[in-house]
C-alpha cells in the first residue's frame, strides 16, 4: 500500500512518514475516509480480500501499518473500537481454565474484564505487584507448577500508581514457564518504550490516549509479531464486534502524526511539574518515574526513553482537600482519560472499581502540552485550597 518501510527511518520520523498512500502521481498524500459498510466481492474473506467491513476495511489499514511500525512489530497492528476491544479480544487468549497473571493496579477496567473472565470460565486470576520481580517470578512458576501456561498481563508504567515492571526479565521468566506475555503499552507509548522488543509477545494500546491524542476519538490497537497469535486476535475482533468507525481510524492517524512532538512537549512539562511539586509545601506526596527517588527510577531509565506525562500527586488536605483541588481548578481539566494536549487530572478513587491499596487522596495528573507556567501557577492556587482541608 505504501513505500514508507524503510527500516532506518527514526521512531519520530515514521510517526510522520508511516501509513502513507503509495507515491502515484494525483494520488492523495493522506488516506481517504471510505464509507461503505460491504464491498463488490465475490471472493473469499479469508485471503484478505475487502468482503465487509466489519472484518476489514481500507480505512483500518495505514494506521494499523503505522502502529505496526512504530512498535517495531513485523506485522501491521489491528485496529480495535476502543482499549477495552483490544483488551478483552487479548484476554480471550487465555484458555478456559487457565490463568492470567496481573498487576494490581492495572488500569481497572482491564482487571474487571479479567475477573469476568474468571468468573465466566474458571480462568484463574492472580493479582500481583508487577514491579516486584521476585513476586511475580514466583507467581508465574507457581501457575506452571499447576499445569497452566500463564498469560503475564504486564502494563509499565501502572495506571495509576506509575510502578515500571522489568519486562525482558519478565519476559524470560514467562517465556521459561511455557507462557504468554501481554503488554499495555498504552502510558509509554511505542516512543517511550517497545515492548515487543523487550520480549513481549502481545502489545494493547489505548489508541484513545496519546497515539489519537486530542480527547475527541475512542480507539484501540493489538499488535504481535506471532502469526498464529495475531490471526487469533483478528478473528476476535470479527467475532466479538469491537470495531473502529473510519472516522475514528482516520483521526487516530492524523493525531499521531504529531505524536513526537507531543509526548516530548508534555514529559518535558511533567518533569518540571514533579520537580516542582517535589519540594511544594501542600503536598503530601508526589510521584513520577522521572524522579530520582522513585522506586524503579533506573529501571524505567534502562528500558524507557523518557519517562511519560502522568505523575501522581497527594495534596496536604486529604480527600476532601483532593476534592476541593479538582473543584477549584481554572485550567486543568477536571476530567477523567488521559493522553491528550490538555492537561487533566482525577481523583482515582472516585470509581469504585479502582483497586482499594489506591490512596483515596491520590490525585492523577495527565500533563498536556500548554506552557508549564501557567500549568503551576494553576495547580499552586488550588494546592492553597486543599491546603484548608489539612489537620
Ligand atoms: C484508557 C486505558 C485503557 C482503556 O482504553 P479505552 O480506549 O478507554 O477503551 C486501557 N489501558 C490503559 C492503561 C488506559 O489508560
Given amino acids: 500500500m505504501t513505500d514508507q518501510h524503510d527500516p532506518t527511518l527514526r521512531p519520530d520520523t515514521l510517526t510522520v512518514a508511516a501509513g502513507r498512500p503509495a507515491r502515484e502521481e494525483q494520488a492523495p498524500v493522506n488516506p481517504p475516509v471510505v464509507l461503505s459498510s460491504t464491498y463488490f466481492s465475490t471472493g473469499s474473506p479469508d485471503g484478505g480480500d475487502l468482503v465487509y467491513a466489519r472484518l476489514g476495511t481500507e480505512t483500518w489499514l495505514p494506521l494499523e501499518e503505522a502502529l505496526g511500525t512504530l512498535e517495531g512489530s513485523t506485522r501491521p497492528g489491528l485496529v480495535f473500537g476502543s482499549g477495552m476491544g483490544a483488551i478483552s479480544a487479548a484476554l480471550d487468549l487465555v484458555p478456559a481454565g487457565g490463568e492470567v497473571i496481573i498487576p494490581r493496579h492495572s488500569y481497572h477496567a482491564s482487571l474487571v474484564a479479567a475477573r469476568h473472565l474468571a468468573e465466566r470460565s474458571q480462568v484463574r486470576v492472580s493479582e500481583v505487584d508487577i514491579a516486584d520481580t521476585d513476586q511475580v517470578t514466583a507467581a508465574v512458576r507457581e501457575s506452571a507448577a499447576r499445569g497452566h501456561e500463564p498469560v503475564l498481563w504486564v502494563e509499565s508504567p501502572t495506571n495509576p500508581m506509575l510502578e515500571v515492571a522489568d519486562l525482558p526479565a519478565l519476559a524470560e521468566v514467562t517465556h521459561a514457564a511455557g507462557g504468554l506475555v501481554i503488554a499495555d503499552n498504552t502510558f509509554?507509548?511505542?516512543?517511550?518504550?517497545?515492548?515487543?522488543?523487550?520480549?513481549?509477545?502481545?502489545?494493547?494500546?489505548?489508541?484513545?490516549?496519546?497515539?489519537?491524542?486530542?480527547?475527541d476519538v475512542i480507539l484501540g490497537a493489538a499488535l504481535t509479531d506471532d502469526e498464529g497469535l495475531h490471526e487469533r486476535l483478528r478473528v476476535r475482533r470479527s467475532i466479538g464486534g469491537a470495531v473502529a468507525g473510519p472516522w475514528e481510524a482516520w483521526l487516530a492517524l492524523r493525531g499521531m502524526r504529531t505524536l513526537a512532538l507531543r509526548v516530548q512537549r508534555s514529559q518535558q512539562n511533567a518533569a518540571a511539574l514533579a520537580e516542582h511539586l517535589r519540594t511544594h509545601p501542600l503536598v503530601a506526596a508526589v510521584s513520577y518515574p522521572g524522579l530520582p527517588d522513585h522506586p524503579q527510577h533506573e529501571r524505567a531509565a534502562a528500558q524507557m526513553s523518557g519517562f511519560g506525562s502522568i505523575l501522581t500527586l497527594r495534596p496536604v488536605g486529604g480527600v476532601e482537600g483532593a476534592e476541593a483541588l479538582t473543584r477549584a481548578l481554572r485550567l486543568w481539566l477536571p476530567a477523567t482519560s488521559l493522553g491528550g494536549v490538555e492537561s487533566s487530572l482525577e481523583r482515582r478513587r472516585r470509581f469504585a472499581a479502582e483497586a482499594p491499596t489506591v490512596p483515596e487522596d491520590l490525585l492523577r495528573l495527565s500533563v498536556g502540552i500548554e506552557d508549564v507556567a501557567d500549568l503551576i501557577a494553576d495547580l499552586d492556587q488550588a494546592l492553597a485550597v486543599a491546603a484548608q482541608y489539612a489537620e
Fill in 188 to 215: 509509554a507509548t511505542p516512543l517511550g518504550q517497545r515492548p515487543l522488543t523487550l520480549g513481549a509477545d502481545v502489545v494493547v494500546h489505548s489508541v484513545t490516549k496519546y497515539l489519537a491524542g486530542h480527547s
